[in-house]
């Protein structure tokens, strides 16, 4: 693809997703995905300060939706155990890209890392020490922007989504 020109941070408003956001939010989830989030499933993420909109000369053209995964109770108890067999009392609190997405116009403009750096942040604002996310395999700019963002691929799930598509489990280690 031709490089395109980078668009300021400046340039562009970034907010808590709102109900008014939800339509172009699909629009533009169903264009970028083969298995897009419901209407049902967006919609429950609404308000939440992971869920965040970009907002370029208004209209919306992407978002991201992130957020601390709630360990289960036998997550916790594995842990407490690890803990005090290990003396180890500083145990991981791992954080989730789990969407996001540009409208196909305004791709390749530098809005899909600066809203991935504004999700990492606000995982690492909450105390998240790694990030987590799955992309397809076969999502080679997606990947390039991740590992250019420094996460890893530690793990192939085979037929992790819907369609059967394979993914990637990427991982990044946050910095204090
Ligand atoms: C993946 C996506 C969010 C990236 O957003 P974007 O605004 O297009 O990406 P950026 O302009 O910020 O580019 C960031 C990096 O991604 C990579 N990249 C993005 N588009 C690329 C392309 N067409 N060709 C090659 N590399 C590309 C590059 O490494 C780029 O860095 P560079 O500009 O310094 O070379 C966007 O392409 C998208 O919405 N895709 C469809 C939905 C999707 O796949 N989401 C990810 C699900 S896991």
Redo the contacts with the bound molecule.
């Keep these: ?1 031709a490089q395109r020109p980078k668009i300021s941070s400046s340039d562009v408003i970034l907010s808590c997703a709102q109900v008014a956001d939800l339509d172009a939010i699909i629009t533009i989830e169903e264009a ?2 083969p298995t897009p989030w419901s209407r049902t499933a967006l919609n429950a993420y609404i308000g939440d300060h992971g869920f965040v909109v970009c907002e370029y000369e208004g209209k919306l053209v ?1 978002y991201i939706l992130v957020g601390p995964q709630i360990p289960s109770l036998f997550d916790r108890l594995e842990r407490l155990t690890m803990g005090w067999l290990s003396n180890e009392n500083a145990p991981e609190t791992v954080g989730h890209v789990m969407n ?3 409208d196909e116009d305004y ?8 809203l991935l750096q504004t999700g990492v942040n606000y995982l690492k604002g909450l105390g998240v020490t790694r990030v987590e ?4 395999v076969n ?1 080679p ?2 990947i ?2 991740y590992e ?1 963002e420094g996460f890893e691929t530690i793990n192939l799930l085979k037929g992790y989504y819907q369609n059967g598509d394979d993914a990637f489990l990427m991982s990044k280690r946050l910095t204090v």
């Design positions: 693809m970028a995905f992407g996001i997405a540009l791709r390749g403009h530098g809005l899909g890392r600066y996310l799955e992309v397809r999502n700019n997606a390039r922007l250019s």
